[in-house]
């Protein structure tokens, strides 16, 4: 089968008819990805609100957005998409009195517990609401491509699936997880399980085992898990946040292994996640068919990103050799 590591899919079609966006909390995240991320993809941004009025405003002038007066204020704006940037015990508050119907995006995770997901699944189901959690990952472009290559066929029958995490995370930066139960699957690998589960489904099991560190007053940095898709597919997480020996061996990447060929996914600036620094430069694609030469393929677009946590997106593919 013929490959071309440019025709993959790296993008994915903007609405033709973008809804004004209303966000519902004011932190960092919005401060620092969600807001600098609509503007990058033009998205129009209807205003934000926040308990604490002098952060919304903050937020509000940097962005030079409009600044609610109060909860049922942002509520009221028409034909919006509301973005819920709340810890996940505010959630099921908001959700409550949201317009039956409108479309919704629910920060990660989806509660803080099993029984307040449930809560939460139940609320949007009642008041018929579009909603979606906020598990980006799986829509990036590195991802994208992979996921494109294995629907193609180019990889054969994905028969493993493995995620690596060796980084230094400034924990001081996120001082609001302090105090929580449960931190680094339900905050941080979340999203490398949905990713896993975009491409393999819903495992029968998952044995792991989650812990803190030392140097950490977090309940949770340091992750190991295996998911149970049987006994033809291996997949692995490991996950650890407090490899802080240089940059050197850092490392953030996916493996993706098929019968017929093979893909690797890097997020190269995880490694450096403190700030953007000149030397961490994304992958390129490459792909080598059997016996042929190693082929590159200019990346697509970077998803939208913030000078405190930028995110490279880079990826590639090599069909195993003869």
Request: charged share 20%; aromatic share 6%.
């Amino acid at each position: 089968m013929a490959f071309d590591p440019a025709s993959l899919r790296q993008t994915w079609a903007p609405p033709r008819r973008p809804l004004p966006i209303v966000t519902i909390g004011a932190g960092s995240i919005v401060m620092d990805a969600h807001f600098p991320a609509y503007r990058k993809g033009g998205f129009p941004i209807a205003g934000v609100f926040d308990l604490n009025a002098e952060r919304a405003k903050l937020v509000g002038e940097k962005f030079g957005v409009r600044v609610f007066g109060s909860l049922d204020e942002a509520l009221s704006t028409d034909r919006a998409i509301f973005d819920l940037a709340t810890p996940p015990s505010a959630h099921i508050s908001v959700l409550e009195r949201l317009p039956s119907g409108a479309g919704v995006v629910i920060q990660k995770p989806m509660g803080s517990d099993l029984d307040e997901a449930t809560a939460i699944l139940m609320a949007c189901r009642e008041r018929k609401l579009k909603a979606a959690v906020n598990f980006q990952l799986r829509f990036s472009p590195m991802t994208l491509a992979i996921k494109d290559a294995v629907d193609r066929g180019f990889l054969g029958r994905l028969v493993d699936v493995e995620t690596r995490v060796s980084i230094d995370t400034p924990w001081a930066l996120f001082a609001f997880l302090k105090n929580l139960p449960r931190i680094e699957i339900a905050v941080h690998s979340i999203h490398y399980l949905d990713l896993i589960r975009s491409f393999l489904g819903d495992p029968s099991g998952v044995h792991a085992k989650t812990i803190g560190h030392p140097s950490s007053e977090m309940a949770q940095t340091r992750t190991a898990a295996i998911l149970d898709f049987g006994d033809e597919v291996r997949s692995a997480m490991s996950v650890n946040h407090n490899h802080a020996y240089g940059r050197r061996h850092q490392v953030a990447e996916f493996r993706f292994e098929g019968t017929e060929g093979a893909a690797h996914a890097k997020m190269g600036c995880s490694s450096t996640i403190r700030a953007a620094s000149p030397t961490s430069s994304p992958s390129r694609p490459r792909a080598r068919r059997r016996g042929s030469p190693s082929r590159c393929a200019a990346a697509g677009s970077p998803t939208p990103s913030s000078a405190r946590w930028p995110t490279c997106n880079g990826s590639s593919r090599e069909r195993i050799p003869s």
